[in-house]
């Protein structure tokens, strides 16, 4: 197992889960005001807010809270939130992708450009590492909806391109452009997924030593922990062992 799931595994063991969950919530509102923004504020008729209601949901975030941040959108006060992408260089020559939903884009910039220098990275131009990332759609369901063999057929069915499953779950790769078509014949044959996102999805991994691995995740939960970044990804790859000394 390669890159972010990892460290979101290592995060989640020390017992992070009540600050986590809180600003898990709040950027999952973002997402949702965002979407219901982009077009009507109802889910049956807005494809983006239908994925964003079903990933919040997913993450047990409270109706009320779904509800709030859809009539926020609709708010004479509600801000403009810009989508920003932040492409740099960690510890080890690891690629990281940044990417952020704010309503003041030098704030933002500032914040993540300062905590890249802090763990000894840089940050680069836009489109300086994504070139070796491909952008995909990323579908995952629980375990209990089905064994390997039988989530891998209803995946090719849908026209899906990779699937790992494991005793955590099962997790659908598809093109890009197909997720939406691909996630819709999936519902039909698995029923409604955890979740449906694109994501970066690195073409190669780098593997990086303990002193480089706990630099990289200390540069990530910093980011994360930034209110306008929503998502990190990188490349980076660390072993069986490496992971059990630091999630100990």
Same mark, same amino acid.
């Given at each position: 197992?390669?890159? =972010?799931? @990892?460290? $979101?595994? +290592?995060? =989640?063991?020390?017992?992070? @889960?009540?600050?986590?969950?809180? $600003?898990?919530?709040?950027?999952?509102?973002?997402?949702?005001?965002?979407?219901?923004?982009?077009?009507?504020?109802?889910?049956?008729?807005?494809?983006?807010?239908?994925?964003?209601? @079903?990933?919040?949901?997913? @993450?047990?975030?409270?109706?009320?809270?779904?509800?709030?941040? +859809?009539?926020?959108?609709?708010?004479?006060?509600?801000?403009?939130?810009?989508?920003?992408?932040?492409? !740099?260089?960690?510890? !080890?020559?690891?690629?990281?992708?940044?990417?952020?939903?704010?309503?003041?884009?030098?704030?933002?910039?500032?914040?993540?450009?300062?905590?890249?220098?802090?763990?000894?990275?840089?940050?680069?131009?836009? !489109?300086?590492?994504?070139?070796?990332?491909?952008r995909v759609g990323e579908i995952t369901y629980k375990a209990s909806v089905g064994d390997a063999d039988s989530v891998m057929e209803a995946a090719i069915e849908a026209g899906a391109d990779d699937v790992e499953s494991s005793e955590d779950g099962h997790t659908i790769i598809c093109g890009f452009e197909a997720m939406n078509e691909v996630s819709k014949a999936l519902e039909a044959?698995?029923?409604?997924?955890?979740?449906?996102?694109? +994501?970066?999805?690195?073409?190669?991994?780098?593997?990086?030593?303990?002193? $480089?691995?706990?630099?990289?995740? $200390?540069? +990530? &939960?910093?980011?994360?922990?930034? &209110?306008?970044?929503?998502?990190?990804?990188?490349?980076?790859?660390?072993?069986?062992?490496?992971?059990?000394?630091?999630?100990?």
């Amino acid at each position: 197992m390669a890159g =972010h799931s @990892q460290f $979101k595994n +290592i995060m =989640h063991r020390k017992g992070k @889960q009540d600050s986590i969950r809180s $600003k898990m919530f709040s950027k999952l509102a973002r997402e949702i005001t965002v979407a219901a923004k982009s077009g009507l504020p109802d889910v049956s008729m807005n494809a983006a807010l239908r994925l964003a209601v @079903q990933n919040a949901k997913a @993450q047990s975030m409270p109706k009320d809270n779904i509800d709030r941040a +859809i009539k926020k959108a609709s708010g004479a006060d509600a801000e403009n939130y810009d989508y920003v992408r932040y492409e !740099g260089y960690g510890p !080890g020559g690891t690629a990281v992708i940044v990417e952020a939903l704010t309503d003041n884009r030098n704030r933002t910039a500032s914040n993540v450009r300062s905590i890249f220098t802090k763990a000894g990275g840089v940050l680069g131009e836009t !489109g300086s590492v994504s070139f070796s990332f491909d952008r995909v759609g990323e579908i995952t369901y629980k375990a209990s909806v089905g064994d390997a063999d039988s989530v891998m057929e209803a995946a090719i069915e849908a026209g899906a391109d990779d699937v790992e499953s494991s005793e955590d779950g099962h997790t659908i790769i598809c093109g890009f452009e197909a997720m939406n078509e691909v996630s819709k014949a999936l519902e039909a044959a698995l029923g409604e997924a955890d979740s449906v996102k694109s +994501i970066w999805k690195p073409q190669n991994t780098v593997p990086v030593d303990e002193e $480089k691995a706990q630099s990289l995740m $200390k540069l +990530i &939960d910093n980011l994360e922990d930034d &209110d306008d970044v929503q998502s990190v990804y990188s490349n980076f790859e660390v072993s069986e062992e490496i992971m059990a000394r630091l999630s100990a």
